[in-house]
């Protein structure tokens, strides 16, 4: 019975060693030290084959007991030492600044374009696009601009060198009537994309600008509608609180034509009553009679504002060159 | 245009603030740009008749007076003693601030209690007027004095004004008029219209034809001639009135012969021009011509600002018989200006053809208050009434008479204009009902004269000052007006779907912005004229512009790469070092004479890969191509653009130093690679600058954005890694050929994870490594079956590309 009385000792100094164990190598040398091939544990466990067929379940729960006691401090160890083996050196400094990741930034332009066309969607409305190079037909002729208009002036617009009959086109209305002449009505278009003007660069003016042109033909349509959809647009875009207000106007395109006026808090802080941001109009019967469209028939209306004035206004942007220089702290605000 | 409030009061009555004037104004589509309040003199002060006057009962030396402001008795009471019932003086009202001297807190009259006694005003002196030192007593006026008269109107005086700066639509010439202007207030009010009563003035018994002949050479340019003669003006300074209201509206005063010219142009919008008439008599004849002909080629004039203009003969003259004496409508000649030595005047009231004025007044670079006018479209209609008008104004003030029966050489007299308009036309445009009375109402109050009206529409005859109403439409926009857009309501979106082939495109080039954003590059808007200095590719094949702004910007971009260098230098310059910018825009070409355009995207980058951080062998690494070849990788897999090769081009090509074409099937589709150091150094570009640019439009033809689900493996992979050395000339594309054309089955992906120069690897040649994944669908590879398929590979690349596999 002798090594039985061993079991206990034997058992508290291996908990012992396994507790003291300064690292995981350590704790693995002690651990073969008892419970391995040729450990003292081990060994004792070999002296079993001794004992009587009476005395052995007895021996053998002691030393199971015994047993399951040292693993389980073996095991409380070794997690402690993974642990604090895995920790880094020094405590993590979690305020230092984190590797970043870059994302890139729509242009405001863009993103502008994108929130009025989304408006525009909404209500039934398709992207259409035409080119920025034009004819004097397209961009002047077909919109009742009389021959000797100053827009057409060399003055006002760009003409291309090679051949003197095409230029820039200096707004998007163009695209109505390339439109217009492909497809029979109903029509229901927004165009966004850039137009030219011959004006030096400076706070409020760009060669190259954008716009965007809304034009909706069908049977019936009116001031009412025009009036209706622009005010729904414009609430999208720049907030329910907004009023609008048209006013007549002249477009050589458009009769009657209006410009349209809004207000809101932020205008009136600016110290002013209104500000204008687009024109608009009922599709001029020359216009319509020009692609094709009997204005007896077919009545529609038309509105153009400029995309950089919208932002301008919405992100309080005080120079339109800024959109043009692409600044990357310009453009992260966005 | 500039108009003032008081004189617009003159023709028509209103009795609106001047802010309510521009509020109707701007509804009526004449958009008020700025109000300039004029506080007159004498503010408040008016005059006033002393009604009687009786002793104060609590003081001696004060009497209590019943005054009459104008508009009713007042009861006053007053310290001064020279004056009696029935006297004229110049009474303060209430809120009326004295004149003080500097420094002094001003002093406003109030209705106060004097010794117990309430005084409603003050009757003053000349000294607390501010008008004389020292004063005893009160300001006794003449009695012809108006009573109720504003105090500074009865000195004549400026009173208080408001001048309005009007944006007048170049449709609409009538309203380059203090008359045109006070006519459509008139049609809002419904208020008349008061024209000024031209005075009867003297006339000479000689009739003007004895006097001058007028020949119009050509009626299309000129439809209307008026000539009066006047003898015997005196010509000096105009009276107050006069030159008040030409400075207030921003012209100069001249003498009074021009300054009724000016004043009957701003009045009614026809310009007029006086000659001297001695100065257009010649020798040997018995009267002078004035003929309205073309220019001469080689022709000169002196105009009235002291240049010399050469002249063309698509250019409208006045001349004598001799020489010119006034391009016509633009500007007067000096050789027949009215001076103070002036005695005879010719004066001309005429009509000319608005485009001729315009080409003129453009070619000469000469833009006068008369061309603007004419090239808008004068009132051929009024040319006789404001002749008339001009002459008794200039009689009454410069004195003299005019001729009997003036010259009115109409040639271009045309039909009145008929317009008809359907009631229903209105309804259908506008959406609302607008009762057919009002209709008719609103189109008289024009002057448009009904001729015909029946259930159903109405003829109107068109007054000539309306040269823009000319259709139906034109008619229609009237009513608006008049009815206010304000009334007609809104009504909410509704009909027709749109569609339109370019719809789903928009959202093809947004998702191409969207992968871009996500994969770490920011948008950038270029400049589309860009300087012909700044790209090095073909001249003839950019699209140059006739009329550049400068030659900063005399081309359409053919790429937007330079755009994208400036954006990067913008942003160097500013102490911004890591940049990555792309672009989405239209690029332009020409072939053939012809030009073209389409969309591109281009990407360029410089400075460090990553942002800044604190630790980390790589972190100060820059962008190099191979960061810009991951973008189009990912950005390719993303969009849907399979089987793209690259060829590096030999030699630098354009604005890349060392690049590559990419090619999609047989279509070149873009480029990429690095910038020449030429232009970076242009550009103060230290670090390189990698750069791509791809044709958006084939793109988005080409793509294959369709997705199909493949299952996922479901038994293991067995990875064999192969490192060979092979010749420097042996490319990844020929590597990963030569691995297809093994056709080693079951292989799933070839992946290279190394290359490597130097130790151990001879010169001209470098060592690859590749990790080759083997794995069937339907079953576990065993070793042996991946072994045969591996030999497979490694015989081919031994035998096809001379390559060394090393073993390690």
Known sequence: MSFLNEVEPLKNAAMEEFSKAADLAALEQAKSSYLGANGKFTALLRQMGSLSKEEKPAAGKLINVAKGEMEAVLSKRRTELEMSASLPKEPTDFTLPGRRRTIGRLHPLTQVTNDIVRSFRKIGFVVADGPEIEDEYHCFDALNTPHDHPARDLQDTFYLEENQKKLLRTHTSSVQIRVMAKQQPPVRIIVPGRVYRRDNADATHNPTFHQIEGLYVDKNVTVGDLKGTVEFVFKELLGSEVKLRFRPHYFSYTEPSFEIDFTSPMVKKMGKEWLEIAGCGMVHPKVLQEVGYNPDQWTGWAFGFGIERIAMIRYDITDIRLFYENDMRFLKQF | ?808
Not at chain 2, 126 to 134: V, Y
Not at chain 2, 231 to 260: A, F, T, Y
Not at chain 2, 450 to 459: A, E, G, K, Q, W
Not at chain 2, 671 to 691: E, H, S, W, Y
Request: proline letters at 5%; hydrophobic letters at 40%; charged letters at 25%.
């Open chain 2, 1 to 808: 245009m500039k108009v003032t409030l008081n004189w617009l009061k003159e023709y028509v009555d209103f009795n609106w603030t001047v802010e309510e004037l521009a509020e109707r104004l701007t509804m009526l589509g004449v958009e008020v740009e700025g109000i300039v309040k004029q506080g007159g003199e004498f503010e408040g002060v008016v005059v006033a008749q002393v009604l009687t006057a009786e002793k104060h009962p609590n003081a001696d030396k004060l009497s209590v007076c019943s005054v009459m402001d104008g508009k009713g008795p007042r009861q006053i009471v007053c310290g001064a003693k020279n004056f009696k019932p029935g006297d004229k003086v110049p009474l303060a009202l209430p809120g009326c601030v004295m004149p003080t001297a500097p420094g002094e807190p001003p002093f406003v009259i109030k209705v106060g209690k004097i010794r117990n006694v309430e005084s409603h005003g003050m009757m003053c002196s000349g000294k607390e007027l501010g008008l004389a030192d020292d004063a005893d007593g009160l300001l006794l006026l003449p009695a012809d004095a108006v009573v109720g008269q504003p105090f500074a109107q009865h000195l004549g005086r400026a009173g208080s004004d408001a001048i309005l700066d009007l944006e007048i639509t170049p449709n609409r010439p009538d309203l380059n008029s203090v008359i045109g202007i006070a006519r459509e207030i008139a049609a809002l009010t419904g208020n008349p219209l008061r024209l000024p009563a031209i005075k009867q003035v003297e006339s000479q018994a000689q009739a003007t034809t004895e006097m001058v002949d007028v020949r119009i050479e050509n009626s299309t340019l000129c439809p209307r001639y008026v000539a009066r003669i006047i003898h015997g003006v005196k010509v000096g300074p105009s009276p107050e009135w006069l030159k008040q209201k030409l400075v207030k509206v921003g012209l100069r005063s001249i003498n009074n012969v021009v300054d009724v010219t000016n004043f009957v142009m701003l009045e009614v919008g026809q310009p007029l021009h006086a000659f001297d008439y001695r100065l257009l008599q010649t020798t040997g004849m018995e009267k002078p011509a004035v003929v309205v002909r073309t220019a001469t080629p080689q022709e000169k004039i002196t105009s009235l600002d002291g240049k010399e203009r050469a002249l063309d003969e698509s250019m409208l003259l006045i001349a004598n018989s001799e020489k010119a004496v006034a391009i016509a409508g633009v500007m007067g000649g000096q050789n027949s200006e009215v001076g103070d030595s002036t005695s005879n005047l010719l004066l001309e009231s005429a009509c000319f053809n608005p485009q001729s004025i315009r080409a003129t007044s453009k070619k000469l670079d000469l833009r006068t208050d008369a061309s603007y006018r004419y090239e808008r479209g004068a009132d051929v209609g009024i040319c006789e009434w404001a002749s008339e008008r001009a002459a008794s104004l200039i009689v009454e003030l410069a004195g003299g008479k005019i001729l009997q029966t003036p010259i009115d050489a109409y040639p271009g007299k045309t039909e009145v204009k008929e317009v008809s308009l359907r009631f229903q036309k209105v309804t259908e445009l506008l959406g609302v009902e607008i009762p057919k009375e009002q209709m008719v109402s609103f189109l008289t109050r024009l002057e448009c004269v009904p001729s015909l009206v029946t259930d159903s529409m109405i003829s109107v005859r068109v007054p000539s000052f309306r040269v823009d109403i000319k259709s139906e439409i034109d008619l229609v926009e009237e009513v608006v007006r008049l009815f206010g857009i304000e009334n007609v309501p809104s009504t909410a979106p509704r009909g027709a779907i749109g569609s339109n082939v370019f719809d789903t495109i928009f959202d093809q080039h947004n998702e191409v912005r969207n992968i871009l954003v996500s994969l770490g590059i920011t948008e950038a808007q270029g400049q589309t004229l860009i300087s012909s200095q700044d790209w090095p590719g073909e001249p003839e094949k950019v699209v140059s512009l006739k009329n550049p702004l400068s030659s900063d910007m005399n081309i359409l971009r053919p790429s937007l790469l330079p755009g994208l260098i400036t954006s990067l230098r913008n942003n160097l310059t500013r102490k911004t070092a890591s940049v990555a910018l792309f672009e989405i825009g239209k690029v332009f070409n020409k072939s053939n004479q012809q030009s073209t355009e389409n969309r591109n995207v281009a990407i360029a980058m410089t400075g460090p890969r990553s942002q800044i951080f604190w630790q980390g062998a790589d972190r100060d690494a820059n962008f190099d191509i191979y960061d810009v070849k991951g973008l189009l990788e990912e950005f390719f897999e993303h969009f849907g653009i399979r089987g793209v090769t690259l060829t590096r081009r030999e030699g630098p090509t354009g604005l890349y130093v060392e690049s590559a074409s990419i090619v999609l099937g047989k279509f070149e589709i873009g480029t990429i690679g690095q910038l020449t150091p030429v232009i970076a150094r242009k550009n103060d570009l230290r670090d390189a600058v990698m750069m791509l640019e791809l044709n958006l439009d084939l793109l988005v033809a080409r793509r294959n954005a369709a997705r199909s689900f493949k299952a996922l493996p479901q038994f293991p992979s067995i990875r064999r890694d192969v490192a060979m050395v092979v010749p420097e000339s042996i490319t990844h594309e020929m590597v990963s050929q030569a691995v297809k054309q093994s056709k080693a089955p079951n292989l799933e992906l070839v992946e290279l994870f190394d290359v490597f120069r130097g130790k151990n690897v001879p010169e001209g040649q470098k060592s690859v490594a590749y990790a080759f994944i083997y794995r069937a669908m339907e079953k576990t590879l065993t070793d042996t079956e991946v072994n045969a398929a591996h030999e497979l590979v490694l015989g081919k690349l031994k035998g096809q590309l001379n390559a060394t596999i090393r073993d390690n």
